[in-house]
């Protein structure tokens, strides 16, 4: 692990910082602007007061794993193979990258997603959607495609900020990548009486639903005894984030016995975004020649693409190299 000089003034970090742990364990995208680096041996490089200067990322990820097994397994039922671990993980993980929300006052993480693009999920052999989806349709879309899953929030933290920084995050990673679609699936619980399919689907706005074209068929459709008349359970906020930004469903739902849930499989076209969420999500881009494609007021520093910075707004951060650590300190901006 790097040390770090005890005269060197850190800037105060956020009380939500949210960074992404690579499947190599190299820091990926510094996506809150607060100047966390993981670097290649998995410990921070660089820590933020109250961040956790030792913490490998193998930590980390189990730490992530264990708020997946209390929202899946303790909170929605779900049936996990890992449940004498206090984890959910599978076979998927180990090619993923993972995007966290971290709350730095509380250390510890408090929203989470995992990432499986087009190129790892070539090395896995498939999407994971593809375990309850046949895809052959939508993949045959020109461009490239970036899942997002397991995606979960700590009961104690819902109500907007840390789903709207995880948002914020995933966008910029989506478009840092140059990804061209989102897919993923997204759960609905049963209410007392069931599934109530047909009143989901009656709640959803002719805009989100995809055209016949994309349609896609689930391995396993949702039984006819499991599906009541009755909307009980509502649109999770979620799918309601998902339609905002302008998602489509494809298809019919398929169920998920495992987690006791019913899929509904999401497409999201990035070109598609609504412009009142990209100017807000889009804030702080960094491109992907390294420098920002978009500096709104406030958003951060920009990058150069020998890695450092090639020029401050209003002080806001330090230097990352190439390397992933910090390279320079500007004035009076800590790191």
Same mark, same amino acid.
């Not at 052999?125 to 045959?140: A, C, H, I, M």
């Not at 897919?183 to 989100?208: E, H, M, Q, W």
């Given at each position: 692990?790097?040390?770090?000089?005890?005269?060197?003034?850190?800037? &105060?970090?956020?009380?939500?910082?949210?960074?992404?742990?690579?499947?190599?364990?190299?820091?990926?995208? +510094?996506?809150?602007?607060?100047?966390?680096?993981?670097?290649?041996?998995?410990?921070?490089?660089?820590?933020?007061?109250?961040?956790?200067?030792?913490?490998?990322?193998?930590?980390?990820?189990?730490?992530?794993?264990?708020?997946?097994?209390?929202?899946?397994?303790?909170?929605?039922?779900?049936?996990?193979?890992?449940?004498?671990?206090?984890?959910?993980?599978?076979?998927?993980?180990?090619?993923?990258?993972?995007?966290?929300?971290?709350?730095?006052?509380?250390?510890?993480?408090?929203?989470?997603?995992?990432?499986?693009?087009?190129?790892?999920?070539?090395?896995?052999?498939?999407?994971?959607?593809?375990?309850?989806?046949?895809?052959?349709?939508?993949?045959?879309?020109?461009?490239?495609?970036?899942?997002?899953?397991?995606?979960?929030?700590?009961?104690?933290?819902?109500?907007?900020?840390?789903?709207?920084?995880?948002?914020?995050?995933?966008?910029?990673?989506?478009?840092?990548?140059?990804?061209?679609?989102?897919?993923?699936?997204?759960?609905?619980?049963?209410?007392?009486?069931?599934?109530?399919?047909?009143?989901?689907?009656?709640?959803?706005?002719?805009?989100?639903?995809?055209?016949?074209?994309?349609?896609? +068929? &689930?391995?396993?459709?949702?039984?006819?005894?499991?599906?009541?008349?009755?909307?009980?359970?509502?649109? &999770?906020?979620?799918?309601?984030?998902?339609?905002?930004?302008?998602?489509?469903?494809?298809?019919? &739902?398929?169920?998920?016995?495992?987690?006791?849930?019913?899929?509904?499989?999401?497409?999201?076209?990035?070109?598609?975004?609504?412009?009142?969420?990209?100017?807000?999500?889009?804030?702080?881009?960094?491109?992907?020649?390294?420098?920002?494609?978009?500096?709104?007021?406030?958003?951060?520093?920009?990058?150069?693409?020998?890695?450092?910075?090639?020029?401050?707004?209003?002080?806001?951060?330090?230097?990352?190299?190439?390397?992933?650590?910090?390279?320079?300190?500007?004035?009076?901006?800590?790191?």
């Amino acid at each position: 692990m790097k040390k770090t000089d005890d005269a060197i003034r850190f800037k &105060p970090a956020k009380r939500l910082e949210c960074f992404v742990i690579s499947t190599d364990g190299v820091y990926a995208v +510094n996506q809150s602007g607060t100047g966390t680096a993981i670097a290649k041996d998995g410990v921070y490089a660089a820590g933020q007061p109250g961040a956790g200067a030792a913490t490998d990322s193998e930590a980390l990820i189990k730490e992530a794993q264990a708020l997946r097994f209390r929202v899946f397994a303790k909170e929605m039922g779900a049936k996990l193979k890992t449940e004498s671990e206090g984890l959910d993980y599978d076979e998927v993980d180990s090619y993923c990258d993972h995007l966290v929300v971290y709350d730095n006052a509380n250390k510890k993480i408090v929203g989470y997603t995992r990432l499986l693009n087009q190129d790892q999920a070539e090395r896995l052999g498939r999407f994971y959607s593809q375990s309850e989806f046949n895809l052959d349709q939508v993949l045959t879309l020109p461009g490239r495609f970036l899942e997002i899953g397991r995606t979960c929030i700590d009961p104690d933290y819902r109500g907007g900020a840390v789903l709207t920084t995880l948002w914020s995050a995933l966008v910029q990673y989506a478009l840092e990548g140059q990804f061209n679609y989102l897919l993923g699936c997204a759960s609905i619980t049963p209410g007392p009486s069931g599934f109530a399919v047909d009143a989901v689907y009656r709640n959803i706005d002719a805009k989100n639903i995809a055209p016949s074209s994309l349609q896609v +068929n &689930p391995s396993i459709p949702v039984p006819e005894e499991l599906r009541c008349e009755r909307d009980e359970s509502g649109i &999770p906020p979620l799918l309601k984030a998902y339609f905002r930004f302008g998602a489509m469903v494809c298809g019919e &739902p398929c169920w998920d016995e495992d987690f006791n849930c019913m899929d509904l499989f999401m497409l999201l076209p990035l070109d598609q975004l609504q412009e009142r969420y990209s100017k807000h999500y889009m804030r702080g881009y960094i491109a992907r020649d390294g420098v920002y494609a978009t500096s709104q007021p406030g958003a951060g520093v920009a990058i150069a693409r020998d890695g450092v910075y090639a020029e401050s707004q209003s002080g806001t951060g330090a230097a990352i190299t190439k390397d992933g650590i910090h390279a320079e300190t500007q004035p009076g901006a800590g790191w």
